[in-house]
């Protein structure tokens, strides 16, 4: 598939089933034939990590609004953050409700902020299980996936605002945390490179908002904290990230008070897979009948 406009490949996509407009910019439905790719990558990506001994947990798309507060998501990502707000009034209140939707006005207004929001990370709910004590001497291991949120409406279907997003990620001390990110460089390599895909790890940095996050952003780059795998979806000028690696330093165990086993501040790294940006990183490669892809991608996804 040659180079395409974010409207065309959406479109396409769309046309072929695979996607459904679900009537706003950036969400998107999903038939059968997408989620079987879906299945298939987050099955490679846990048989790849399969022997790091990690914990696998589960968590809801939402999480406490308090989370948020304390990974300093506000603080570096206020533009991408989507929050849950809920109905709590009276039957004098729910009849202005009603006539504001009858009216077409905006009827948010008679809402109020739930104790939740939605997930922007699937990482962030594992800092709080590392909290009972010193780490054990080889750190923690953890493997998460689920959804996601980020609010970043786009005709570009890479940037969907609900996504899914599979983690490994380590908590203990810096030696561990770098280890983690090496090997998990050369891993996520090899493993998106064995799906026929074109892949070059590059240094990048995450979208901190503001005139502090400008100077947080060329921090992560000099000290190369986050590392983009990157592949031609809407463009092979301007390839996408479909995966990374980030070394977050001490950032969270300062954030949430975890140590490591000498008592230290622990550091953590994450290895994270944008399960659907690679879904489509695939259909731009291979195209969009995933029954005709070539048999060792196949065999890869689904042995």
Known sequence: MADDTYGTFRDELIDSGLVIDAGVEGLYG??????????????????????????????????????????????????????VHTFRGDDKLHARLLTLVEEGRDWVEVLEPA????????????YPLCTDGPLPADGRRFEVQGWCFRHEPSPDPARMMAFRMHEFVYVGDPEGADAHRDVWVQRGTDMLESLGLDIEVVVANDPFFGRVGKMMAANQREEALKLEFVTPITSTQSPTAISSVNRHQD?????????????????????????????????????????????????????
């Open 30 to 83: 999903r038939t059968l034939a997408y989620e079987q790719i879906i299945a298939g990558i987050i099955s490679l990506t846990t048989r790849t990590g399969a022997g790091d001994g990690a914990m696998t947990v589960h968590f809801p798309p939402v999480i406490p609004r308090w989370l948020l507060e304390r990974t300093d998501y506000l603080k570096s990502f206020p533009d991408l953050t989507g929050s």
């Open 115 to 126: 104790d939740v929001v939605l997930r922007p990370a699937a990482c962030h709910p594992v």
């Open 251 to 303: 950032h969270f165990g300062l954030t949430f008070g975890i140590r490591s086993a000498s008592g230290a501040v622990a550091h953590s790294a994450c290895f994270a897979v944008g399960v659907d940006r690679t879904a489509l990183a695939l259909l731009h490669r291979h195209g969009l009948d995933p029954t005709a892809w070539p048999e060792e991608v196949r065999a890869r996804l689904w042995p």
